[in-house]
């Protein structure tokens, strides 16, 4: 329909897909991307297409993009449950509290779900100690850095 | 207690008898969370002097405790967690994606397996809206456990 050889459409989209991609993984400006493509030579107004192209994906670049960083299984979500131990085998009349959990992590498109058990007082020292990491971005020293890396 | 010196004299058939007698009669009493009166009895329907028996209490009272945690501990259970270790960072770029600014957390939870001893740890990064939502969540099980003692 266009016209034009196989050849030239396809350099025209590894070109095309190669300017978005640097341009959105740099996240450059308005400005410097209107530069960068100024000295292709191409008229004002595929210019102004292009920036608005760029403008309108970038978003979705980035986030397709910190997919392909190295990572670790993610959290998912949490579910917990009480119980309380009664008798064994090995010993009758018991009283043993335990939380039984279920975590929910991703890795790479897999889900998987682990069941894990605590006592109560880890519960209460694993939330102390999560409180206490939550806490840490809000220390004058994280919140400094936060300010001076932008 | 083959090796004790006051023993020797014993035939050691016997000796292993009368221990293994001697172990299952206290793990029974352990496991049933037997009372001194109900060990008593058993004894005196064994035909053992009253000397004994009472010997045999006592020292049975002594390690009560330390045998029922003991029995307590026998047993399979899910992987226990025993601690956490966390880590902040703050993503600034990666050679896919620049200026990505993004704290994220690293967290470590420290599990004991009852079976092995192994120590298969489960790590996993997150969010801080995730660690918030996972806080959450642990802190309504910790709620709930306490309406529980309550009731």
Same mark, same amino acid.
């Given at each position: 329909?266009?016209?034009?050889?196989?050849?030239?459409?396809?350099?025209?989209?590894?070109?095309?897909?190669?300017?978005?991609?640097?341009?959105?993984?740099?996240?450059?400006?308005?400005?410097?991307?209107?530069?960068?493509?100024?000295?292709?030579?191409?008229?004002?107004?595929?210019?102004?297409?292009?920036?608005?192209?760029?403008?309108?994906?970038?978003?979705?670049?980035?986030?397709?993009?910190?997919?392909?960083?190295?990572?670790?299984?993610?959290?998912?979500?949490?579910?917990?449950?009480?119980?309380?131990?009664?008798?064994?085998?090995?010993?009758?009349?018991?009283?043993?509290?335990?939380?039984?959990?279920?975590?929910?992590?991703?890795?790479?498109?897999?889900?998987?779900?682990?069941?894990?058990?605590?006592?109560?007082?880890?519960?209460?020292?694993?939330?102390?100690?999560?409180?206490?990491?939550?806490?840490?971005?809000?220390?004058?020293?994280?919140?400094?850095?936060?300010?001076?890396?932008? | 207690?083959?090796?004790?010196?006051?023993?020797?004299?014993?035939?050691?058939?016997?000796?292993?008898?009368?221990?293994?007698?001697?172990?299952?009669?206290?793990?029974?009493?352990?496991?049933?969370?037997?009372?001194?009166?109900?060990?008593?009895?058993?004894?005196?329907?064994?035909?053992?002097?009253?000397?004994?028996?009472?010997?045999?209490?006592?020292?049975?009272?002594?390690?009560? !405790?330390?045998?029922?945690? =003991?029995?307590?501990? /026998?047993?399979?259970?899910? #992987? &226990?967690? @025993? !601690?956490?270790?966390?880590? =902040?960072?703050?993503? /600034?770029?990666?050679?896919? #994606? &620049?200026? @990505?600014?993004?704290?994220?957390? =690293?967290?470590?939870?420290?599990?004991?397996?009852?079976?092995?001893?192994?120590?298969?740890?489960?790590?996993?990064?997150?969010?801080?809206?995730?660690?918030?939502?996972?806080?959450?969540?642990?802190?309504?099980?910790?709620?709930?456990?306490?309406?529980?003692?309550?009731?």
């Amino acid at each position: 329909k266009l016209n034009v050889g196989v050849d030239t459409i396809q350099h025209g989209v590894e070109g095309l897909t190669y300017l978005l991609t640097e341009s959105s993984k740099l996240m450059i400006s308005e400005i410097d991307f209107q530069d960068s493509i100024c000295v292709l030579g191409f008229s004002d107004e595929l210019n102004k297409l292009l920036l608005q192209l760029y403008l309108d994906s970038r978003k979705e670049i980035r986030s397709i993009l910190s997919e392909l960083a190295p990572k670790l299984p993610s959290y998912h979500s949490l579910e917990w449950r009480l119980d309380v131990q009664l008798a064994s085998r090995s010993l009758r009349q018991q009283i043993k509290p335990a939380v039984t959990i279920k975590l929910h992590l991703h890795q790479n498109e897999d889900q998987t779900a682990q069941v894990l058990q605590t006592d109560p007082s880890t519960l209460l020292h694993l939330i102390q100690q999560l409180e206490q990491a939550l806490g840490e971005m809000k220390t004058n020293h994280c919140r400094r850095i936060v300010r001076n890396m932008k | 207690i083959l090796d004790d010196p006051d023993l020797k004299d014993i035939d050691p058939t016997v000796l292993k008898h009368c221990h293994a007698a001697a172990a299952t009669c206290i793990l029974e009493a352990g496991k049933q969370k037997a009372d001194i009166s109900a060990i008593s009895t058993c004894l005196e329907d064994c035909k053992l002097d009253r000397e004994r028996i009472e010997q045999f209490c006592t020292e049975y009272q002594k390690n009560k !405790d330390a045998l029922e945690i =003991l029995l307590g501990s /026998i047993g399979r259970s899910p #992987l &226990h967690i @025993t !601690d956490v270790s966390w880590r =902040l960072e703050y993503q /600034i770029k990666s050679n896919q #994606l &620049h200026k @990505t600014y993004q704290p994220s957390y =690293l967290v470590t939870l420290n599990v004991e397996n009852s079976d092995s001893g192994s120590h298969p740890d489960v790590s996993f990064s997150c969010t801080m809206e995730q660690l918030q939502d996972l806080v959450g969540k642990l802190k309504d099980a910790a709620k709930s456990l306490e309406r529980a003692t309550q009731m």
